[in-house]
């Protein structure tokens, strides 16, 4: 099934907080930023996911608030931040003000989590998958209820950007709450993700145009970003780790995106 939208095509850069410098990180931002990537993401970790696990790491909402301040264009977020960190009150808040710092330039991208070690160093109760996803459940309408009770509100409706592809509860949560979802793998398993996702909306009665479909990839756009977007996927996110930050993958799917926005 596919999903026609008039969505112009957006190319996002996930700059992995892993193994560098930030003085490393914060130029790898302003180069992409020049280079004209859509969206800046880091992710919610507290520790590296590749290479040392015990090599550097930073932590992401702190860093989302300095490149609120760093950035003047691109919008900025998590890919994801994990729900079982932080209060959802406080998680509205959180990004409440990094909106107004940005100039509402904030996605409030959130997941179930799923990395183990961060929840055993930090003191978080890891849980099951099972109750991850019903923490994730109950979240989302209480970061919406706080986000229209803040003074002052924030400066747009923050788009949400939910990350993963369970059929069965993750992507019915993207059909209620969901402005973007966002999901990982082949040509094959997006059709199948996107086909689920609108039989959900289908399901609680809304328009499935109504949500950006958003994919990470890797390699060249010529294996599979034609083949995605007959799909209706229009975000498509690059990942870079430190130390060195390599930005010549993303540079081809800018140059795809703009011969495909015209």
Known sequence: MTTHTTRPFRIGLQIQPQHADYDRIRRAAAEAEDMGVDILFNWDHFYPLSGDPAGKHFECWTMLGAWAEATSRVEIGALVTCNSYRNPELLADMARTVDHISDGRLILGIGAGWFQKDYDEYGYE???????????ADALPRIEKRFAALNPAPTRK???LIGGGGEKKTLRLVARHGDIWHGFGDVEVAARKVEVLDGHCADVGRDPAE???????????????????????TLFTVSTGGPDYDLSTLREWLAWRDSRNG
């Open 126 to 136: 890891f849980g099951t998958a099972g109750s991850r996803l019903a923490d994730l």
């Open 211 to 233: 949500i950006e479909r958003s994919v990470g990839v890797s390699g060249s756009p010529a294996d599979s970003a034609d083949q995605l977007a007959e799909l209706g996927i």
């Open 158 to 160: 923050i788009p949400m």
